[in-house]
T-cell receptor
């Protein structure tokens, strides 16, 4: 089955210790998105890739970076996690950047100690 | 500023009840409205609506969009405990960026 996969599902890191979250997709979609969702809040878009083109949201902190080495994989790097970065991180894909649906992975829950 | 507002924020019903969830929006360059169901994991896509007045239906769930009045409703008939979840409404602009509402938490009691 075509799907969006995120690893790990749970990640514990220490304050200030870099962490990388992984997303892969078998849908062959052009666009991949990273969202941050804090408890009881709606998902908030951090950035997205259309193919190799990176698009950062204006209010995404510099602490968050992303890499997309190929169509299937996309990584979220948090350079120096703070306590406020503890959240669910959701990866999503869509065929193109039109108004069509985005399909979400299961998420990675990040805990910062 | 673009915004999507859902109501109610939470709802408790009993199995068999019918519920209506509301989503209103103020978004420039509207292209589509999407409904997602979120249990204790990632959101699952339910419907995408682009045209006014055309009902989308999937089993006991249905949704309709009113582009003149800028709102959508999601109906769930004969609710089951498995319908308990957070229902998210999101609006997409021309770039595909989704602006989410705050969600409606639905609890269906046996």
């Amino acid at each position: 089955d075509a799907m969006v996969i995120q690893n790990p599902r749970y990640q514990v890191t220490q304050f200030g210790k870099p962490v990388t979250l992984s997303c892969s997709q078998t849908l062959n979609h052009n666009v991949m998105y990273w969202y941050q969702q804090k408890s009881s809040q709606a998902p908030k878009l951090l950035f997205h890739y259309y193919d190799k083109d990176f698009n950062n949201e204006a209010d995404t902190p510099d602490n968050f970076q992303s890499r997309r080495p190929n169509t299937s994989f996309c990584f979220l790097d948090i350079r120096s996690p703070g306590l406020g970065d503890a959240a669910m991180y959701l990866c999503a894909t869509s065929r193109n950047t039109g108004p069509g649906p985005q399909y979400f992975g299961p998420g990675t829950r990040l805990l910062v100690l | 500023e673009d915004k999507v507002v859902q109501s109610p924020l939470s709802l408790v019903v009993h199995e068999g009840d019918t519920v209506t969830l509301n989503c209103s929006y103020e978004v420039t360059n509207f292209r589509s409205l999407l409904w997602y169901k979120q249990e204790k994991k990632a959101p699952t896509f339910l419907f995408m609506l682009t045209s006014s007045g055309i009902e989308k239906k999937s089993g006991r769930l249905s949704s309709i969009l009113d582009k003149k009045e800028l709102f959508s409703i999601l109906n769930i008939t004969a609710t089951q405990t498995g319908d308990s979840a957070i229902y998210l409404c999101a609006v997409a602009g021309p770039t595909g960026k989704l602006i989410f509402g705050q969600g409606t938490t639905l609890q269906v009691k046996p």
